[in-house]
């Protein structure tokens, strides 16, 4: 559900809800938005008093932001909350696709797939109404994820990239469609982002696997990325485009070759 918690005045900024963004690169993206003059709604599922903080240092900062709170793996709580951002702006013009899972300790064998791919199809399908011509949808993924088939992936991370990979291809299969109605679709990718909570506790568990990561070079950090996914909520460049954040081994076939996106 979404709830009438403005912070800030949303009149003629434009309109940017962020999924999963009470914590980690969701959170970090809204304050991106908001400071370049967006009005963020950020999206939670279970942390409202986190997300009402983010809104409010958003507000501290001279943004613009409000809260709504949905399971978008759940299909009536998603259709209530876009039904109540168009109740409250009238219109959608941004959707970042940010909020992830799968590794969920009591979660369901197919909860990484109605996650990772159906409920962001279904919240691109209720939102797609609302989505004025010049709109633009993000979704973000890992290069585990964006190179699943193509690059090793950690057993236990296996059902989460192909369930994001799945996500990314049912998105893109949608390209001609959001193109009639003017809407681009741009893809983040990022290597291991260093301070979130999903490397931290890898760090604890398997510490080889992010140090693996780090003989790389340094990882990029959650500002880092974030400013990324805030670019590609705004670049007019030709929808479909993928915009890489660090993991350069990830982007050359080893003898220094490009990989295609
Ligand atoms: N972490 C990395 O190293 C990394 C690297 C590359 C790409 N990415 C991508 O970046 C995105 C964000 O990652 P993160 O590490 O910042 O995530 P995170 O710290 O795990 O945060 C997850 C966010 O998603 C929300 N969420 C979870 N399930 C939800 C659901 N069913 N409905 C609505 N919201 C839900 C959580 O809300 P509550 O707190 O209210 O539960 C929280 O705000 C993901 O798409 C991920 O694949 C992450």
Redesign the pocket.
């Known amino acids: 559900m979404s709830e009438r918690q403005m912070v800030g005045d949303s009149t003629e900024r434009r309109i940017v809800l962020i ?9 970090e993206t809204a304050k991106v938005l908001a400071a370049g003059g967006d009005h963020v709604i950020i ?6 008093k ?2 009402q903080t983010i809104a409010d240092e958003i507000g501290a900062a001279g943004g613009s932001a409000s809260i709504a ?6 299909a009536d709580a998603t259709a209530a909350m876009i039904a109540e951002v168009v109740a409250e702006f009238g219109r959608l013009d941004v959707l970042v ?5 799968g590794l ?1 300790r009591d979660a369901a064998p197919d909860y990484a797939t109605a ?1 990772n791919r159906d ?1 962001q199809v279904r919240l691109v399908r209720e939102a797609l109404p609302h989505l004025p011509s010049g709109g633009r949808i993000v979704f ?6 964006h190179f699943h088939g193509r690059k090793p992936v950690p057993a236990d991370y296996e059902p ?1 990239a192909a369930s ?1 990979r799945a996500g990314e291809d049912a998105l893109r299969a949608m390209i001609p469609e959001l193109t009639e109605h003017g809407i681009g679709l741009n893809v983040v ?6 301070g ?4 931290r506790l890898l760090e604890r568990r398997n510490p080889e696997a992010v140090s693996a990561r780090r003989d790389h070079g340094a ?1 990029p950090t ?1 500002e880092e ?1 974030a400013a990324v996914v805030g670019e590609a909520a705004s670049a007019a460049s030709e929808s479909g485009r993928t915009f890489y ?1 660090g993991g350069q081994d990830y982007l050359t076939d080893g003898l220094g070759r490009d990989i295609p996106a």
């Not at 999924?19 to 959170?27: E, H």
């Open positions: 999924t999963g963004a009470s914590r980690g690169i969701g959170a999206n939670y599922r279970e942390k409202r986190r997300a709170g949905a399971d978008i793996a759940d696709l940010n909020a992830s899972g969920e996650l409920a973000v993924t890992s290069h585990q994820a989460i994001k990718s990022g290597d291991m982002i260093d979130t909570i999903i490397v990882l959650i990325f954040v």
